[in-house]
């Protein structure tokens, strides 16, 4: 009797020193308990108390659930069990007093899987460098649990980017104490092209904040896409559906020059439909029978032909449609998060999404090939990335020969998410076919880049314009 009132009164004694747990079971045999900083650090635990306590030590068991991975689990057992053992008497507070400081001092504890996972993604990035035996510069990522800082430094070739992610208190949901931000972004040193570490670090934030939003990982990514699409490519879908129904004339032919040949087809076979045929031999009679053959045998080529071209741009048209639903689909949704009653979100971990993007886009970009040409969208060389931005922007090279190759070879990235070379993109989006999906095999959206018109109808019209320049600059050649 007396060794289970010695019990109670130990727990009762450590409730007073910590209100902050809670313990909702309690006997002389075990007692449950829970602790939690956030909604989103909550750790429940079960001390059992053996026969012979407190000469036996208590057992500590930590409950295994989202917030608490196995590998936390078995850290926390590890820990807690030694300081019980260490302690001759009033375990339970000496355990709840660990406890607390862990999750009170470790900011990494929201977020323990992601960041072991984020671990091993880091260390395997660089396992290819490492077989090759590569002199290239490994990339590292290095913890700061009592900050909830990580430093990370990523390297691929000769490029670099170093970056820390500082996590908030309230991870995955947001403070004052970061801005507002569950994974605050900052760029400390890269010897990337501002404009394109501007690219990576908006969206990379972004994806961060629509995720504490209460956004999937994927709406988060298409949403934040920093190339938006053309101001008139999102429309009503009825109204697209019945303006696409009215649109199945010549008009909406995509290849001009397709369009041409098929018109002078049609011309050729009227014409000899229209035609007399008069029997070999026999001046000025006409076979009737022959012509009537004739003359139906042009209308079917005539109906077959049109059928033809009316088929193909019917797809075309149901291709940009296509286009168009799927756009909307991808962006719906952005606020069906909001449960209706009280308007309320829950955030979702971003920190493992954050790390991928950022692993992704420096080790994919540095390799990653134009999809027209199939060569590299980077240099080798950083140096020659900078000068190639330098000659865009440097009014004093517009007119060298050498500033206009490198201007060429300025890195576009497309709506799509794929990377070009100016002048290859450039042919790809203006000269017919218009409308195609992108040339990479892994991708197939439709391209968009604000530089460059997103209705075909005025890429059509363009073209066709400076095709009727060159036939006029010919011609005018054609009287030298």
Same mark, same amino acid.
């Given at each position: 009797?007396?060794?289970?009132?010695?019990?109670?009164?130990?727990?009762?004694?450590?409730?007073?020193?910590?209100?902050?747990?809670?313990?909702?079971?309690?006997?002389?045999?075990?007692?449950?308990?829970?602790?939690?900083?956030?909604?989103?650090?909550?750790?429940?635990?079960?001390?059992?108390?053996?026969?012979?306590?407190?000469?036996?030590?208590?057992?500590?068991?930590?409950?295994?659930?989202?917030?608490?991975?196995?590998?936390?689990?078995?850290?926390?057992?590890?820990?807690?069990?030694?300081?019980? #053992?260490? &302690?001759?008497?009033?375990? !339970? =507070?000496?355990?709840? %007093?660990? *406890?607390?400081?862990?999750?009170?001092? +470790? /900011?990494?504890?929201?977020?323990?899987?992601?960041?072991?996972?984020?671990?091993?993604?880091?260390?395997?990035?660089?396992?290819?460098?490492?077989?090759?035996?590569?002199?290239?510069?490994?990339?590292?990522?290095?913890?700061?649990?009592?900050?909830?800082?990580?430093?990370?430094?990523?390297?691929?070739?000769?490029?670099?980017?170093?970056?820390?992610?500082?996590?908030?208190?309230?991870?995955?949901?947001?403070?004052?104490?970061?801005?507002?931000?569950?994974?605050?972004?900052?760029?400390?040193?890269?010897?990337?092209?501002?404009?394109?570490?501007?690219?990576? #670090?908006? &969206?990379?934030?972004?994806? !961060? =904040?629509?995720?504490? %939003?209460? *956004?999937?990982?994927?709406?988060?990514? +298409? /949403?934040?896409?920093?190339?938006?699409?053309?101001?008139?490519?999102?429309?009503?879908?009825?109204?697209?559906?019945?303006?696409?129904?009215?649109?199945?004339?010549?008009?909406?032919?995509?290849?001009?020059?397709?369009?041409?040949?098929?018109?002078?087809?049609?011309?050729?076979?009227?014409?000899?439909?229209?035609?007399?045929?008069?029997?070999?031999?026999?001046?000025?009679?006409?076979?009737?029978?022959?012509?009537?053959?004739?003359?139906?045998?042009?209308?079917?080529?005539?109906?077959?032909?049109?059928?033809?071209?009316?088929?193909?741009?019917?797809?075309?048209?149901?291709?940009?449609?296509?286009?168009?639903?799927?756009?909307?689909?991808?962006?719906?949704?952005?606020?069906?998060?909001?449960?209706?009653?009280?308007?309320?979100?829950?955030?979702?971990?971003?920190?493992?999404?954050?790390?991928?993007?950022?692993?992704?886009?420096?080790?994919?970009?540095?390799?990653?090939?134009?999809?027209?040409?199939?060569?590299?969208?980077?240099?080798?060389?950083?140096?020659?990335?900078?000068?190639?931005?330098?000659?865009?922007?440097?009014?004093?090279?517009?007119?060298?020969?050498?500033?206009?190759?490198?201007?060429?070879?300025?890195?576009?990235?497309?709506?799509?998410?794929?990377?070009?070379?100016?002048?290859?993109?450039?042919?790809?989006?203006?000269?017919?076919?218009?409308?195609?999906?992108?040339?990479?095999?892994?991708?197939?959206?439709?391209?968009?880049?604000?530089?460059?018109?997103?209705?075909?109808?005025?890429?059509?019209?363009?073209?066709?314009?400076?095709?009727?320049?060159?036939?006029?600059?010919?011609?005018?050649?054609?009287?030298?």
């Amino acid at each position: 009797m007396s060794h289970h009132k010695s019990i109670q009164e130990e727990v009762t004694e450590a409730k007073s020193m910590f209100p902050a747990v809670n313990v909702p079971t309690s006997t002389p045999s075990f007692l449950i308990a829970t602790y939690q900083r956030t909604p989103y650090t909550k750790i429940k635990m079960t001390l059992t108390f053996p026969d012979g306590y407190p000469t036996h030590p208590l057992i500590v068991n930590i409950d295994q659930d989202a917030v608490v991975p196995p590998g936390l689990k078995k850290k926390l057992e590890k820990e807690l069990n030694t300081v019980a #053992m260490e &302690q001759p008497t009033q375990q !339970v =507070r000496a355990v709840w %007093e660990r *406890l607390i400081s862990f999750v009170d001092t +470790n /900011l990494f504890v929201p977020c323990w899987k992601e960041l072991r996972q984020c671990v091993e993604m880091v260390q395997k990035s660089d396992a290819a460098a490492a077989k090759s035996k590569s002199k290239q510069k490994q990339s590292t990522i290095t913890l700061y649990d009592s900050k909830g800082k990580i430093k990370l430094s990523l390297h691929n070739e000769a490029y670099y980017i170093n970056c820390n992610i500082t996590i908030d208190p309230a991870y995955p949901d947001f403070s004052a104490a970061t801005g507002g931000k569950s994974c605050l972004l900052e760029l400390t040193s890269t010897n990337f092209p501002k404009t394109i570490t501007d690219m990576m #670090m908006t &969206q990379a934030q972004d994806i !961060v =904040r629509r995720m504490q %939003e209460g *956004l999937s990982p994927e709406k988060a990514m +298409n /949403l934040s896409n920093p190339v938006k699409v053309p101001k008139n490519f999102h429309l009503n879908i009825d109204e697209m559906k019945e303006k696409y129904k009215a649109r199945l004339t010549k008009d909406t032919i995509s290849n001009i020059k397709h369009d041409t040949e098929a018109l002078k087809k049609v011309t050729d076979l009227r014409n000899k439909e229209a035609s007399s045929v008069r029997a070999p031999g026999d001046n000025g009679y006409v076979d009737h029978k022959a012509l009537a053959k004739e003359r139906k045998d042009a209308r079917r080529a005539i109906q077959k032909l049109t059928a033809e071209e009316k088929a193909a741009d019917e797809q075309l048209e149901e291709k940009e449609l296509a286009w168009k639903l799927e756009e909307q689909k991808r962006n719906a949704g952005y606020y069906d998060v909001y449960i209706p009653t009280g308007g309320t979100i829950t955030p979702q971990p971003s920190l493992y999404v954050l790390v991928t993007f950022l692993v992704q886009k420096v080790k994919g970009l540095v390799v990653e090939m134009c999809p027209c040409c199939n060569k590299r969208v980077l240099p080798i060389c950083p140096d020659e990335l900078k000068s190639i931005y330098n000659s865009s922007s440097n009014s004093s090279s517009k007119n060298d020969k050498k500033a206009k190759e490198m201007r060429k070879m300025k890195p576009y990235r497309t709506y799509c998410g794929c990377w070009y070379h100016k002048s290859c993109l450039n042919t790809l989006l203006t000269e017919p076919p218009f409308g195609i999906e992108c040339p990479n095999a892994k991708c197939g959206r439709r391209v968009f880049h604000p530089e460059w018109p997103g209705d075909v109808k005025q890429l059509e019209r363009e073209w066709a314009a400076k095709q009727a320049r060159l036939r006029e600059i010919e011609d005018a050649m054609g009287f030298l």
